[in-house]
């Protein structure tokens, strides 16, 4: 299965934070699943590293990714910002369509790893958490 990972979701994942649920987690942990992190999400991060929000750093981050052999980055490309709406917040939208476009481009089933409701409730793309 292909999961596209919100930014909480990386977070909580990398600093074994309770929240994260355990489907996620359990997801996220698995080495058969193909982890997509939509670019956005490593700004966002960073964003709340510089914030002291984290402890986790894109640094960090970029390690990881680079150590996971089923782990991909995902540029925002013209064919996304094409698609951003103003249902979402702009990062939403973004990360949403990443997931619509990386199964596009795929031609495979790909979930979306949020907690978020606003996401869950648009119903554009499957979301577990």
């Not at 292909?2 to 930014?7: E, G, R």
């Not at 990398?14 to 997801?27: F, H, I, M, Q």
């Not at 064919?79 to 103003?86: D, E, L, T």
Request: glycine fraction near 4%.
């Amino acid at each position: 299965m292909i999961y596209v990972v919100d930014t909480h979701a990386l977070i909580w994942f990398l600093e074994g934070n309770a929240r994260l649920s355990e489907t996620a987690k359990s997801a996220l942990s698995d080495p058969d699943s193909q982890i997509v992190i939509p670019t956005i999400v490593i700004a966002e991060a960073a964003y709340h590293h510089a914030r002291n929000h984290t402890s986790v750093s894109v640094q960090r981050i970029l390690d990881e990714i680079a150590s996971a052999e089923n782990c991909t980055v995902y540029p925002l490309d013209e064919h996304i910002a094409a698609q951003v709406s103003g249902d979402l917040e702009l990062h939403d939208s973004i990360i949403v369509y990443t997931a619509i476009a990386y199964s596009e481009v795929m031609g495979q089933d790909v979930a979306l790893i949020t907690k978020d409701k606003r996401i869950t409730e648009s119903g554009l793309v499957p979301v577990i958490w």
